[in-house]
Nanobody, 120 residues
């Protein structure tokens, strides 16, 4: 079983920063794409940022220049550094990881979600 554990959410004032982490565990041979999504109340889940095995990144237009995504394959962890946070960044943030298990089967897992609230 592959599991993802997220951490790092919380309450922050506008202009502040937060760093989210998502660690994968279980029988994993390799990890492919890793990403972060978010879902605000009454809205659909949307891609925030993604990173490939080669380190190429992709960001939603609304977070470009403020958020960065990185990965540590040795730790099977993906990070989302969020700076200059705005109230409209308030949402539940989910990580998503795809890869190959020790049984040579593909997997695509979601984290449990972590709340990010930007408010004064």
């Amino acid at each position: 079983q592959v599991q993802l554990v997220e951490s790092g959410g919380g309450l922050v004032q506008p202009g502040g920063s937060l760093r989210l982490s998502c660690a994968a565990s279980g029988s994993i041979i390799s990890i492919n794409d890793m990403g972060w999504y978010r879902q605000a109340p009454g809205k659909q889940r949307e891609l925030v940022a993604a990173i490939t095995t080669g380190g190429s990144t992709n960001f939603a237009a609304s977070v470009k220049g403020r958020f960065t995504i990185s990965r540590d394959d040795a730790k099977k962890t993906v990070y989302l550094q969020m700076n200059s946070l705005k109230p409209e960044d308030t949402a539940v943030y989910y990580c998503n990881v795809a890869g190959v298990t020790g049984w040579r089967t593909g997997f695509n897992r979601w984290g449990q979600g972590t709340q990010v609230t930007v408010s004064s």
